[in-house]
């Protein structure tokens, strides 16, 4: 999901879920050049477009966290019967 960021005007906040009640929070600078034009800069990497984001950061990162999680050494646990407090891929 993309939104307003409160770090200003200049940029938008990138939330994908990682799972169940897990999620990851970006920030993501917004230029416009001269031309009018916008480019977006996620980690020092430059995008044309929000789309553009999407297919080339969102669905791999997705992707590489769907492989985690079905890994058989993904686990997470439960602390004093609360919801879920941590996670982790176990090594070998």
Same mark, same amino acid.
């Given at each position: 999901m993309f939104r307003p960021s409160g770090n200003g005007i200049d940029?938008?906040?990138l939330t994908i879920k990682q799972y169940d009640n897990i999620y &990851?929070?970006?920030a993501i600078k917004?230029?416009?050049n001269e031309n009018?034009? %916008?480019n977006y800069i996620l980690f020092n990497?430059?995008?044309g477009s929000l789309d553009e984001i999407i297919k080339m950061y969102i669905n791999v &990162?997705?992707?590489q966290i769907r492989e985690v999680i079905n890994s058989?050494?993904? %686990?997470y646990k439960l602390e004093d019967n609360k919801k879920l407090v941590s996670k982790e891929v176990l090594e070998e």
């Open positions: 940029f938008l906040a &990851i929070n970006i917004e230029i416009t009018g034009n %916008r990497q430059s995008y &990162i997705s992707e058989d050494k993904f %686990r």
